[in-house]
C-alpha cells in the first residue's frame, strides 16, 4: 500500500511545507512548474546560459524561501562553526546556488547524456565490494549530484542495477520525474519508487542474492519508518535503518558512494570502505553499528563538500 499523502510531508531534511504551498500550487518549490521548466531548459537554451539561469534562480529562492534559507543556515553551524549573520547567509545562498546546479545537471543529463564526465576516487573499494558473486548496496546521502551517484557508480559494473528513488512531494512533479526516467533509461537499470509495499524490500533482496546492484539513499529516515540515531558533527542525528536491515538479510555489503559536483559537466564519484552487517548475533545491534558506519562516511562526504550538502530542513535532533 502507498503512503498517505500527507506522510510525504513529513519527510525529515525536506523544505517544511504548508499553507504557502497550497496557495502557490504548482509553483510552490515543490511543484511541478520547476520540474517541467527544469525538463524544458536544457533543450532550449544554449550550454553557456545554464550557470547564469542557476546563480539568478539561486538569488531568486534565497530571497524568498526563508524557512529553507534558515534551515541551511543551522545545519551548517554545526559543521563549520559559528560565523557572522552576512557570512550564514552567503553560506545558505552558496549551498542554493549548488542545489541549482546539480538540479539542472540533473535534468540536462537526461537530454544530453554524452556531456557528462566522472573521475572515479577510491576504485579500490568497489573492487572490493564486487569481488564475490553477491549482489552491493550502492548508498549515498543527499549531498552533491546525489539522483544521479548510483546510475554514474554502476558504470561497467556487468550487472542489473536496482536503483530506489523517493517519491516528490508533489504528485505531478512525481509523474514528470518518472517519465524523464522512463525516457533516460538505460536497460540494464531498474527505478523504483519507494512505498510501504513489503513486495518491494522482498524483491531488492531477491535481486540482491542474485548478484544485481541495489542503490538507495542512506541519510533520510521515511515517515514512520525504523530510524537508528547517530552522531554527526556532535550532534544526534537519525538515519533510516533500511539500507542495513535490507545488508542483513541478503549478506551484500553496503558500499558508501557520493557524487561530488567539481564543475559543469565533470564529476567525482568517491567509494568508501565497504560496510558489512553481521548475520550473527543481535540484530539491533548489527543494524545500528552499520548506521553508525554510515554516518561516519556520510560526516566525511559533508566535510569534503559542505556547500553541496542538501538538508532543506531541519535535521538535528538537539
Not at 553508525?292 to 563538500?305: Q, V, Y
Request: charged share 25%.
Amino acid at each position: 500500500m502507498n503512503r498517505r499523502p500527507d506522510a510525504l510531508l513529513e519527510r525529515p531534511h525536506a523544505p517544511r511545507i504548508g499553507w504557502i504551498r497550497r496557495v502557490l500550487g504548482p509553483f510552490h518549490v515543490t511543484g511541478a512548474f520547476w520540474y517541467g521548466l527544469a525538463g524544458l531548459t536544457p533543450r532550449v537554451l544554449p550550454a553557456w546560459a545554464f550557470e547564469p539561469t542557476e546563480a539568478a534562480f539561486s538569488f531568486f529562492f534565497h530571497l524568498f524561501l526563508h524557512n529553507i534559507r534558515r534551515a541551511i543556515i543551522v545545519n551548517l553551524e554545526a559543521v563549520l562553526g559559528p560565523c557572522s549573520p552576512w557570512q550564514a547567509q552567503r553560506r545558505a545562498m552558496r549551498t542554493l546556488w549548488r542545489f541549482a546546479q546539480c538540479f539542472g545537471d540533473r535534468y540536462e543529463r537526461c537530454a544530453f547524456p554524452g556531456r557528462f564526465h566522472v573521475v572515479l576516487d577510491g576504485e579500490q573499494h568497489l573492487a572490493e565490494a564486487t569481488a564475490g558473486a553477491q549482489g552491493v548496496i550502492l548508498v549515498t546521502g543527499h549531498i552533491g549530484a546525489w539522483d544521479m551517484s548510483s546510475q554514474l557508480a554502476s558504470r561497467g559494473l556487468a550487472r542489473r542495477v536496482h536503483v530506489v528513488r523517493e517519491e516528490e512531494i508533489d504528485a505531478e512533479s512525481q509523474a514528470i520525474v518518472a517519465r524523464l526516467m522512463r525516457e533516460a533509461g538505460d536497460p540494464n537499470c531498474i527505478t523504483h519508487f519507494a512505498t510501504d509495499d513489503p513486495r518491494l524490500g522482498l524483491e531488492l533482496r531477491a535481486a540482491l542474492r542474485a548478484g544485481d546492484v541495489v542503490a538507495l539513499q542512506g541519510d533520510r529516515p521515511r515517515g514512520g519508518s525504523r530510524a537508528v540515531e547517530v552522531c554527526l558533527f556532535g550532534r544526534r542525528f537519525r538515519l533510516p535503518a533500511g539500507p542495513a536491515v535490507l545488508a542483513r538479510l541478503s549478506g551484500a555489503p553496503l558500499l558508501p558512494v557520493f557524487c561530488f559536483r567539481e564543475r559543469h559537466y565533470l564529476y567525482r564519484i568517491a567509494f568508501r570502505p565497504p560496510v558489512r552487517v553481521s548475520a550473527a548475533g543481535d540484530a539491533g545491534a548489527a543494524v545500528d553499528e552499520a548506521a553508525r558506519a554510515l554516518g561516519r562516511e556520510i560526516e566525511w562526504a559533508i566535510r569534503e563538500r559542505p556547500d553541496q550538502w542538501f538538508a532543506l530542513g531541519p535535521v538535528w535532533q538537539d
